[in-house]
């Protein structure tokens, strides 16, 4: 067989790290290559009414194989762990059958998956990409999750440890994720490709109303979590000047700090800031719709652990971004050169209230519209499809 692709969620509409690796092996299949897939059993995402998802099922030409594990409360630490460990428990006893694989696509996360792989490696001499989404635990370290003397951090350094060393091929997101890898874990220039994410989201029409209000709109649609800097967020949104201009911010989405937001909003009586939970369809559409800018945020200390996947859905949907990133990655670097917004470095408050006041006065068109071909699905995919087909050409010539 060719192709097996290893991943906690495939498929899953609501989950963009799903449809990631979905489009990937759809794109690979397109190309003529057989393609199959582990990965697990979407209950606690899956939102059909009376309906099961299969444990095995044929989808446009993937066989994909399901397997149960624990999904208990996922705000619950313990609980998480508890489902990541047997989500990989279950993986183990599919084993065996990696060795009928001549390569395997590999996820970051959850971060100890990648175990199976190198133990494939190890007794099949199966090749392996590893597509790093996330630096661990680096990432869980700089954010406080975890400790780096705890027995987990261990355990991951030395897994990813062998899996820098083992795979054929590593993904890395960026180029700062690329610096990081060969600086801080040793891994060789050769073996590290950056490919960029992309949008998951299908293309659509979305038609602009006649606002009934002359401020501009800036919102943020996403993971509302411990990488996004809302310490920061907080700070802008909250300032004086900032509440004297003509903005209003819309927040939606999930996670652990939507609630803290929430109160922050109500307990400092910001008349201008709404915030939703996850919003769909419609409600989705029309925020979308409303906005002239979109929010993007990832912590300055996370440059290279991880990339904001959001920046590529806010490019898909043709609205310029107003981002609180490192000043050193790709991100910041395609907003400054190609015009798709404004910076705001490491989420300065002066720096947002200079940006605030620029966007106002000058009332600019960015060139958002002119430059997302170069972000789309399909420039990725290719390299993808470049890279399977060469790690399977040079398979052949062993």
Same mark, same amino acid.
């Given at each position: ?153 261990? !355990? ?145 200390? !996370? ?96």
């Amino acid at each position: 067989k060719d192709i097996l692709f290893l991943c906690q969620y495939f498929y899953q509409e609501y989950i963009t790290s799903s449809l990631l690796p979905y489009q990937t092996a759809r794109e690979l299949v397109d190309n003529g290559m057989k393609v199959d897939v582990i990965c697990g059993y979407p209950k606690e995402y899956h939102s059909g009414v009376g309906t099961a998802v299969p444990k095995i099922e044929t989808v446009d030409g993937i066989l994909i194989q399901r397997v149960s594990y624990f999904q208990l409360d996922r705000t619950n630490s313990l609980f998480r762990l508890l489902n990541y460990f047997s989500f990989i428990a279950s993986c183990f006893l599919k084993l065996f059958q990696l060795r009928h694989y001549k390569l395997i696509y590999v996820y970051s996360n959850p971060p100890l998956l990648p175990i199976l792989t190198v133990l494939a490696n190890v007794l099949f001499k199966t090749r392996f990409v590893f597509v790093t989404y996330d630096i661990y635990p680096d990432i869980a370290i700089k954010t406080g999750v975890l400790s780096e003397s705890s027995p987990i951090s261990w !355990l991951t350094d030395c897994i990813n440890a062998q899996v820098f060393k083992r795979a054929t091929k590593i993904i890395a997101l960026s180029k700062e994720m690329k610096h990081y890898l060969i600086e801080n874990k040793q891994v060789a220039d050769h073996k590290v490709q950056v490919i960029p994410n992309w949008a998951t989201e299908e293309e659509s029409i979305v038609v602009s109303p006649h606002k009934k209000s002359d401020k501009i709109t800036i919102s943020y649609l996403g993971n509302m979590g411990i990488p996004q800097d809302f310490d920061k967020i907080e700070a802008i949104i909250s300032d004086k000047r900032v509440q004297a201009m003509p903005i209003q911010f819309f927040f939606a989405g999930h996670g652990s700090r939507k609630d803290s937001l929430r109160e922050f909003v109500s307990s400092n009586h910001l008349q201008n800031v709404t915030v939703y939970d996850y919003l769909k369809g419609e409600d989705y559409q029309s925020v979308l719709a409303n906005s002239d800018y979109h929010l993007l945020s990832l912590k300055a200390e !996370l440059n290279g652990l991880a990339v904001p996947s959001k920046f590529y859905s806010y490019i898909h949907n043709g609205k310029p971004i107003i981002a609180l990133v490192h000043e050193d990655c790709d991100i910041a670097e395609n907003i400054e050169q190609l015009d798709l917004g404004y910076v705001i470095p490491k989420g300065d408050l002066e720096g947002a209230i200079s940006v605030f006041q620029k966007m106002i006065s000058q009332n600019t068109e960015h060139k958002v519209q002119q430059n997302k071909e170069l972000f789309t699905k399909e420039v990725q995919l290719k390299k993808y499809v470049d890279l399977t087909l060469e790690i399977l050409k040079g398979e052949e010539n062993v």
